[in-house]
């Protein structure tokens, strides 16, 4: 697996690193991972799961980070997405909810309102969400790190890739530890 100029994974590289995790998992019998992919795959027979493995594993980390496919996730990684374009709901959980977010439908419209009021400016399928503090810290992140900043806290078209990249892996890293919390529990 090659890695970065800095040595730390790229977002893609740690997807796949997650995704050869559950693979083995299945391999190993795992009964807990093969739930995971069940949760996906309603009526995905045993030999069928253990015919394709690394590509249900691959398609079951992509669908728990909030991505419908690789091509998906390489385009909001890689800063190929265009706004309007369907993000996914990687930079959103569920338990963020309970917050009042400001909502808008395009770009120059969340753009203003981060300008106005501060705060994240985060993708969230085919809008845009701008979210503060708490928000963020329950998506796993600390609200304070550098690379916010960095990237301009606009998480569509950010200013600096690498920072990006690094807030990325972080929130990746979330979705693993939930991961594994939920299959030890």
Not at 44 to 56: F, H, I, N, V
Not at 150 to 165: C, K, L, M, N, W
Request: hydrophobic letters at 35%; proline letters at 3%.
């Amino acid at each position: 697996m090659t890695q970065g100029n800095s040595g730390e994974l790229s977002p893609i590289e740690k997807l796949d690193e997650m995704s050869e995790s559950l693979s083995q998992a299945i391999r190993q019998g795992d009964e807990s991972a093969v739930k995971r992919v069940r949760k996906f795959f309603d009526n995905l027979t045993d030999s069928d799961l253990a015919a394709k493995t690394d590509e249900y594993a691959a398609a079951t980390v992509m669908r728990e980070c909030g991505l419908r496919d690789r091509e998906m996730a390489v385009a909001l990684f890689e800063g190929r997405l265009q706004p309007g374009d369907d993000a996914g709901t990687f930079w959103h959980d569920g338990y963020t909810d309970i917050f009042l977010n400001n909502w808008c439908v395009q770009y120059e419209q969340a753009r203003v309102a981060l300008a106005k009021d501060g705060g994240y400016l985060l993708p969230y399928k085919e809008q845009f969400v701008v979210v503060q503090r708490g928000f963020i810290k329950l998506l796993g992140l600390d609200a304070n790190d550098p690379a916010w900043e960095s990237i301009g806290y606009d998480a569509v078209r950010p200013r600096d890739s690498a920072a990006y990249r690094r807030l990325a892996v972080a929130r990746l890293e979330k979705f693993r530890r939930d991961s594994l919390e939920h299959e030890q529990g």
